[in-house]
Protein backbone atom coordinates (compact mmCIF):
# COMPACT_ATOMS: atom_id res chain seq x y z
CA UNK A 1 0.00 0.00 0.00
CA UNK A 2 1.65 3.26 -1.47
CA UNK A 3 2.39 6.05 1.78
CA UNK A 4 -0.57 8.62 0.34
CA UNK A 5 -3.53 5.40 0.37
CA UNK A 6 -2.20 4.15 3.73
CA UNK A 7 -2.40 8.04 5.32
CA UNK A 8 -5.55 8.27 3.80
CA UNK A 9 -7.23 4.92 4.93
CA UNK A 10 -5.63 6.40 8.88
CA UNK A 11 -7.61 9.42 8.44
CA UNK A 12 -10.99 7.92 7.47
CA UNK A 13 -10.16 5.14 10.89
CA UNK A 14 -9.28 7.83 12.59
CA UNK A 15 -12.82 9.82 11.98
CA UNK A 16 -14.74 6.66 11.91
CA UNK A 17 -13.34 5.96 16.12
CA UNK A 18 -13.96 9.15 16.92
CA UNK A 19 -17.41 9.30 16.34
CA UNK A 20 -17.93 5.71 17.05
CA UNK A 21 -16.90 6.73 20.94
CA UNK A 22 -19.17 9.95 20.69
CA UNK A 23 -21.97 8.87 23.18
CA UNK A 24 -24.67 11.69 22.76
CA UNK A 25 -28.11 10.67 20.39
CA UNK A 26 -30.56 13.78 18.73
CA UNK A 27 -33.87 13.04 18.37
CA UNK A 28 -36.47 15.11 16.81
CA UNK A 29 -40.18 15.66 16.89
CA UNK A 30 -42.34 16.99 14.75
CA UNK A 31 -45.74 19.08 16.56
CA UNK A 32 -48.99 19.06 15.53
CA UNK A 33 -52.58 19.51 16.87
CA UNK A 34 -53.76 15.91 14.69
CA UNK A 35 -55.48 14.65 18.33
CA UNK A 36 -57.21 17.54 19.12
CA UNK A 37 -57.62 19.34 15.66
CA UNK A 38 -55.28 22.32 16.80
CA UNK A 39 -53.75 24.34 14.34
CA UNK A 40 -50.96 24.65 16.70
CA UNK A 41 -47.67 23.09 15.19
CA UNK A 42 -43.80 23.07 16.58
CA UNK A 43 -41.13 21.26 16.34
CA UNK A 44 -38.56 19.92 19.47
CA UNK A 45 -35.08 18.54 19.00
CA UNK A 46 -33.75 16.61 22.00
CA UNK A 47 -29.70 15.72 22.55
CA UNK A 48 -29.15 13.08 25.34
CA UNK A 49 -25.49 12.89 26.15
CA UNK A 50 -24.99 9.63 27.76
CA UNK A 51 -21.39 10.40 29.30
CA UNK A 52 -22.72 13.53 30.77
CA UNK A 53 -25.90 12.11 31.53
CA UNK A 54 -27.63 15.34 30.41
CA UNK A 55 -30.50 16.20 28.15
CA UNK A 56 -30.93 19.41 26.04
CA UNK A 57 -34.88 20.01 25.04
CA UNK A 58 -35.05 22.45 21.94
CA UNK A 59 -38.51 23.53 20.77
CA UNK A 60 -40.16 26.39 19.05
CA UNK A 61 -44.38 26.27 18.83
CA UNK A 62 -47.18 28.73 17.50
CA UNK A 63 -50.80 28.58 16.85
CA UNK A 64 -51.92 27.27 19.82
CA UNK A 65 -56.01 27.77 20.56
CA UNK A 66 -55.40 28.31 23.92
CA UNK A 67 -52.68 29.52 26.04
CA UNK A 68 -49.29 26.96 27.68
CA UNK A 69 -49.53 25.50 31.41
CA UNK A 70 -47.10 22.72 30.98
CA UNK A 71 -45.05 20.26 28.62
CA UNK A 72 -43.01 17.62 29.42
CA UNK A 73 -42.12 13.90 27.74
CA UNK A 74 -44.14 11.45 28.08
CA UNK A 75 -43.08 7.36 27.59
CA UNK A 76 -43.84 4.83 27.07
CA UNK A 77 -46.84 4.37 23.99
CA UNK A 78 -47.25 0.51 23.73
CA UNK A 79 -46.80 1.44 19.61
CA UNK A 80 -44.36 3.64 18.52
CA UNK A 81 -45.89 6.70 17.24
CA UNK A 82 -49.57 6.37 18.60
CA UNK A 83 -51.26 6.21 21.88
CA UNK A 84 -51.16 7.81 25.37
CA UNK A 85 -48.21 7.47 28.16
CA UNK A 86 -47.79 9.07 31.63
CA UNK A 87 -44.91 11.55 32.38
CA UNK A 88 -41.43 10.71 32.23
CA UNK A 89 -40.26 14.08 32.83
CA UNK A 90 -40.18 16.77 35.42
CA UNK A 91 -44.07 17.80 36.62
CA UNK A 92 -45.75 19.57 36.55
CA UNK A 93 -43.43 21.37 33.49
CA UNK A 94 -40.16 21.76 33.04
CA UNK A 95 -38.40 24.23 34.83
CA UNK A 96 -38.62 27.65 32.87
CA UNK A 97 -41.09 26.47 29.99
CA UNK A 98 -43.27 29.49 28.78
CA UNK A 99 -46.42 29.87 30.73
CA UNK A 100 -49.40 31.29 30.02
CA UNK A 101 -48.38 32.14 25.96
CA UNK A 102 -49.58 30.58 22.11
CA UNK A 103 -46.48 30.68 20.77
CA UNK A 104 -42.59 30.70 22.12
CA UNK A 105 -39.35 28.82 22.08
CA UNK A 106 -37.65 27.07 24.53
CA UNK A 107 -33.99 25.62 25.15
CA UNK A 108 -32.81 23.50 28.79
CA UNK A 109 -30.31 21.65 29.41
CA UNK A 110 -31.41 18.80 32.23
CA UNK A 111 -29.24 17.27 34.75
CA UNK A 112 -30.35 13.52 34.12
CA UNK A 113 -28.45 12.30 37.29
CA UNK A 114 -30.76 14.49 39.27
CA UNK A 115 -34.37 13.17 40.36
CA UNK A 116 -35.41 16.33 40.21
CA UNK A 117 -35.32 16.00 36.22
CA UNK A 118 -37.69 13.01 36.43
CA UNK A 119 -41.51 12.01 37.36
CA UNK A 120 -40.45 10.08 40.79
CA UNK A 121 -43.30 7.76 39.46
CA UNK A 122 -41.33 7.28 36.13
CA UNK A 123 -37.65 6.47 37.96
CA UNK A 124 -39.68 3.90 40.36
CA UNK A 125 -41.75 2.08 37.40
CA UNK A 126 -38.05 1.71 35.96
CA UNK A 127 -35.58 0.23 37.53
CA UNK A 128 -35.89 2.76 40.47
CA UNK A 129 -32.25 4.78 39.62
CA UNK A 130 -32.19 7.80 37.43
CA UNK A 131 -29.87 5.84 35.09
CA UNK A 132 -32.17 3.02 34.96
CA UNK A 133 -35.17 5.73 33.93
CA UNK A 134 -32.38 7.35 31.03
CA UNK A 135 -31.99 4.02 29.99
CA UNK A 136 -35.88 3.08 29.27
CA UNK A 137 -36.82 6.70 27.83
CA UNK A 138 -33.59 6.31 25.52
CA UNK A 139 -35.03 3.19 24.44
CA UNK A 140 -38.30 4.67 24.10
CA UNK A 141 -37.00 7.58 21.90
CA UNK A 142 -35.33 5.24 19.95
CA UNK A 143 -38.13 3.62 18.91
CA UNK A 144 -40.91 6.17 18.80
CA UNK A 145 -42.57 5.99 21.87
CA UNK A 146 -41.97 9.19 23.42
CA UNK A 147 -43.24 11.91 22.82
CA UNK A 148 -43.54 16.07 23.85
CA UNK A 149 -46.56 17.07 24.73
CA UNK A 150 -47.44 20.87 25.06
CA UNK A 151 -50.52 21.17 27.65
CA UNK A 152 -52.99 24.73 26.87
CA UNK A 153 -55.77 26.64 28.44
CA UNK A 154 -58.20 24.86 25.69
CA UNK A 155 -56.60 21.20 25.93
CA UNK A 156 -55.47 20.03 29.79
CA UNK A 157 -54.62 17.11 28.09
CA UNK A 158 -52.01 18.62 25.50
CA UNK A 159 -52.95 20.64 22.88
CA UNK A 160 -50.06 19.51 20.68
CA UNK A 161 -47.32 16.86 20.81
CA UNK A 162 -44.77 14.75 18.67
CA UNK A 163 -43.28 11.70 18.76
CA UNK A 164 -39.32 11.42 18.94
CA UNK A 165 -37.49 9.95 16.21
CA UNK A 166 -33.83 9.42 16.03
CA UNK A 167 -32.12 11.89 13.58
CA UNK A 168 -30.15 11.11 10.34
CA UNK A 169 -26.36 10.53 11.26
CA UNK A 170 -24.57 13.03 9.00
CA UNK A 171 -21.20 11.26 7.44
CA UNK A 172 -18.02 13.32 8.56
CA UNK A 173 -17.48 15.75 5.77
CA UNK A 174 -13.82 14.62 5.65
CA UNK A 175 -14.74 10.95 4.71
CA UNK A 176 -16.29 12.10 1.49
CA UNK A 177 -13.74 14.59 0.56
CA UNK A 178 -11.52 11.76 0.57
CA UNK A 179 -13.78 9.47 -1.29
CA UNK A 180 -12.75 10.44 -5.15
CA UNK A 181 -8.82 9.95 -3.71
CA UNK A 182 -9.59 6.32 -2.84
CA UNK A 183 -11.40 5.43 -5.36
CA UNK A 184 -8.67 7.15 -8.01
CA UNK A 185 -6.08 5.07 -6.54
CA UNK A 186 -8.02 1.70 -6.33
CA UNK A 187 -9.07 2.08 -10.28
CA UNK A 188 -5.23 2.84 -11.12
CA UNK A 189 -4.15 -0.34 -8.97
CA UNK A 190 -6.41 -2.42 -10.88
CA UNK A 191 -5.96 -1.07 -14.29
CA UNK A 192 -2.14 -1.95 -13.53
CA UNK A 193 -2.77 -5.95 -12.82
Not at 74 to 80: D, E, G, S, V, Y
Request: charged content about 10%.
Amino acid sequence: MNTTLRNLVFGAMTLAAANATAHTVTYNATLDGSLTGSSGSGTATVIIDYDLLTMQLSTTFADLTGTTSAAHIHCCTAAPNTGNAGVATQLPSFTGFPAGVTSGSYDMSFDMSDATSWNASFINSNGGTTLSALNTLGAALDSGNAYLNIHTSTFGAGEIRGYFAPAPVPVPAALWLMAPAVAGMFARRFRKQ
